[in-house]
């Protein structure tokens, strides 16, 4: 039986999706997380001793007893990052008398140039409650494997600084005994998270 053209086409498609989930799993030593959160992943652990925007060492225990909404962006991101922001200040105003419960986070991935007083400005222009961490570059990649985020520095000369970053893109929810609840992935509208978060507080 004769193998048509298109056929061995889709074949060598599927065999490069493969392979490039394959190098992504050696590069970051551990297995692939998909944006919708299925596929196999380790166990993802709020895990981290950061500083946040004001100078101060911030560890996960310090948010004992309150909802986590997590996020890792960096400030120099165009579009997703700001875009999630605005939306996790959507959802911060919308839980009104019950937004003292949920504590937003935005780790950064591009602590180069995020130091505090950058992450204080940017996240000035959002929600008054949220968390900006960053730390060291180890400390980062520490804490991103608890995570199981995939961050990556792109070169694009046009960027600030001459590159960007490239980055997993789902927001974490974790409840007040900091165990992981569930993802919610780039896209969900603020009502959604609203509703879901608001049926569990």
Known sequence: MAISLKSIRKTLWVAVAVAS???????????????????????????????????????????????????????????????????MSMVMEGLEDNSGKVQPIMVTIDPERDTPEVLAEYLGFFSPGLVGLTGTPEQIATTSKTFNIFYAKMTEPDAPDGYSMAHSSHVYLFNPEGEYIRIYKYGTPAEAILEDLASRI
């Open 21 to 87: 989930i394959g190098l992504l799993t050696l590069i970051l030593g551990k297995p692939y997380l998909f944006p919708d959160g299925s596929g196999y992943s380790p166990a993802i652990i709020a895990d981290f001793e950061l500083t946040n925007q004001h100078g101060q060492v911030i560890r996960d225990e310090d948010f004992a007893g309150q909802w986590m909404l997590i996020f890792f962006g960096y400030t120099n991101c165009p579009d997703v990052c700001p875009t999630t922001i605005a939306e």
